[in-house]
């Protein structure tokens, strides 16, 4: 296991000193990747906790460029840099926040076609992303591929966050089968900028316990949030067994569990 140089050792200080974490766990943020797909009011979070956390790889995964109108939520972009690609808009905060970590860019939208190519890289895959059909086509490569997926939504000033790790816990189509099942697109709803903030925190934090196999994940349950009343709800969930995602091959699924960040 390679030591952390000085300036490591100084920039983490405070995560070196917390026993779940330590040299140890410092080292294992540094050897892992995780792809963050969408850079918005849920990605920028993401990305800055994790680059500042120390994740050793970031995936980044976007196809928009930055606009006027995301300046409200979107942390990671600035005015100075309208009309830039989002993914490179990125790169230069996330450089500039921590230089030790390795940025792919990723400027496409999430496919299909693509997407097991795109997430196969990677340890772990945070779903940031403002629209249902992609979060569908995530969910499903993420399953195909057994990553372990961390997903959140906003609309309004409601929020929604769930762990999913493949074979073992419901996936997103068990929890919302239907596209109109799931929380409402933001762009028709609107969006609170800091509720976004919140959501992508936690998805944040939900990654770091994965990577660093520490505490019990949001898996077998949806933590919903309303912001009005700053109320905070789970509700247990459990695999369908005829989801046509996750189900085993031979037609059954394994009951659902709380897992730990180990059963990955």
């Known amino acids: 296991m390679s030591e952390l140089t000085p300036d490591q050792e100084r920039r983490y200080n405070r995560q070196l000193i917390m026993p779940e974490i330590g040299?140890?766990?410092?080292?294992?943020?540094?050897?892992?990747?995780?792809l963050v797909v969408g850079t918005g009011g849920l990605g920028s979070p993401v990305l800055f906790y994790l680059a500042g956390a120390g994740v050793g790889r970031l995936g980044i995964l976007d196809d928009d460029q930055v606009d006027l109108s995301n300046l409200q939520r979107q942390i990671?972009?600035?005015?100075?840099g309208l009309g830039m690609d989002k993914v490179e808009s990125a790169r230069q905060a996330l450089q500039r926040l921590n230089p030790d970590v390795a940025l792919d860019l990723?400027?496409?939208?999430?496919?299909?076609?693509?997407a097991s190519s795109l997430i196969a890289p990677y340890d772990v895959v945070v779903g940031a992303v403002d629209n249902l059909a992609t979060r569908y086509v995530l969910n499903a490569a993420c399953v195909m591929m057994r990553k372990p997926l961390v997903e959140a939504g906003v609309s309004g000033f409601s929020?929604?966050?769930?762990?999913?790790?493949?074979?073992?816990?419901?996936c997103y189509h068990c929890l919302f089968p239907r596209p109109e099942a799931g929380l409402q697109e933001p762009r028709y709803k609107g969006i609170i900028g800091a509720l976004a903030g919140l959501m992508?925190?936690?998805?944040?934090?939900?990654?770091?316990k994965l990577l660093l196999g520490q505490g019990e994940l949001l898996t077998g349950r949806l933590l919903f949030v309303d912001s009005l009343s700053m109320g905070f709800r789970e509700i247990d969930v459990e695999r369908n067994p005829?989801?046509?995602?996750?189900?085993?091959?031979?037609?059954?699924?394994?009951?659902?569990?709380?897992?730990?960040?180990n059963d990955h």
Do not use: W
Not at 23 to 34: F, N, T, Y
Not at 106 to 114: D, S, V
Not at 200 to 208: D, F, K, M
């Open 23 to 34: 040299q140890e766990g410092q080292v294992r943020l540094r050897a892992s990747s995780v």
């Open 76 to 80: 990671l972009h600035r005015t100075d």
């Open 106 to 114: 990723h400027k496409c939208r999430l496919t299909e076609e693509n």
């Open 159 to 170: 929020g929604m966050a769930t762990t999913i790790i493949p074979t073992k816990t419901p």
């Open 200 to 208: 992508g925190t936690i998805e944040a934090l939900e990654t770091i």
């Open 242 to 261: 005829e989801c046509p995602i996750c189900k085993d091959e031979n037609g059954t699924t394994r009951s659902p569990s709380r897992a730990s960040p």
